[in-house]
């Protein structure tokens, strides 16, 4: 099946800081990728649809400013958590597809000092 | 928003045994779909099945779909002690536009003991 990439896997950072994760399509184009965070032990909750060549749609309560979404080829989308705080601390991972179907990255796991 | 609810959060079997997970929505939908993951790792599509479906099968794997009690099931049959992971059912709804957007139940912690 289509493979995804996420990278980083584990990201450590210090309060006030900005982190990127990227996330790419290795073997399909993607137009359009999605954005996900999930606390442990707890489900997926999508944080935003990143779109190539626009500007992404951020879902009812994230902040956009906070999290930048920049969808700049049609094989990677990256997520700038900026001015992290701890409570960002959690498991970030992105999805893409060609069809219906969706294909997950690995996840990135980021902790927030 | 988080729209599905599945049932049971938890579940522990013995090897051999027979697991069913069960996941509700809220909207109407344009299929549903059948995740797994593993602890800390991404996840693993596992079966898609369309509105105009009833049941599908993929290998040990059967779902079922009730669109008049929005409701999905999925069925692992002989199950084995590497299919202990989380089970998540996600919804694409029934709208143009979105047919990639996915809304996740609150999953299923599934333990398969020796």
């Known amino acids: 099946g289509a493979v995804v990439s996420q990278h980083p896997s584990r990201v450590i950072c210090k309060s006030g800081t900005s982190v990127k994760i990227e996330c790419r399509s290795l073997?399909?184009?993607?137009?359009?990728m999605f954005w996900y965070r999930q606390f442990p032990k707890q489900s997926l909750m999508l944080m935003a649809t990143?779109?190539?060549?626009?500007?992404?749609?951020?879902e009812q309560g994230v902040e956009k400013d906070k999290f930048l979404i920049n969808h700049a080829s049609l094989t990677l989308s990256t997520l700038t958590v900026t001015s992290a705080h701890p409570e960002d601390s959690s498991f970030y991972i992105c999805?893409?597809?060609?069809?219906?179907?969706?294909?997950f990255g690995p996840g990135t796991r980021l902790t927030v000092t | 928003s988080q729209q599905g609810e599945e049932d049971p959060q938890a579940l522990s079997i013995q090897e051999g045994e027979n697991a069913t997970m069960n996941c509700s929505y809220k909207?109407?939908?344009?299929?549903l779909q059948w995740y797994r993951q593993n602890s800390g790792r991404g996840l693993v599509h596992l079966i898609l099945?369309?509105?105009?479906?009833r049941e599908k099968h993929s290998g040990r794997l059967r779902v079922t779909l009730d669109t008049s009690k929005k409701s999905s099931s999925l069925l692992i049959t002989a199950s084995r002690a590497a299919d202990t992971a989380s089970y998540f059912c996600?919804?694409?709804?029934?709208?143009?536009?979105?047919?990639?957007?996915?809304?996740f139940g609150t999953g299923t912690r599934l333990q398969v003991t020796l």
């Open positions: 999805s893409a597809g060609p069809l219906a179907e969706q294909y």
């Open positions: 073997d399909f184009q993607a137009t359009t």
């Open positions: 990143s779109n190539e060549g626009s500007k992404a749609t951020y």
């Open positions: 909207t109407s939908i344009n299929n």
């Open positions: 099945i369309r509105s105009n479906e």
């Open positions: 996600a919804t694409v709804p029934y709208t143009a536009g979105t047919a990639s957007k996915l809304t």
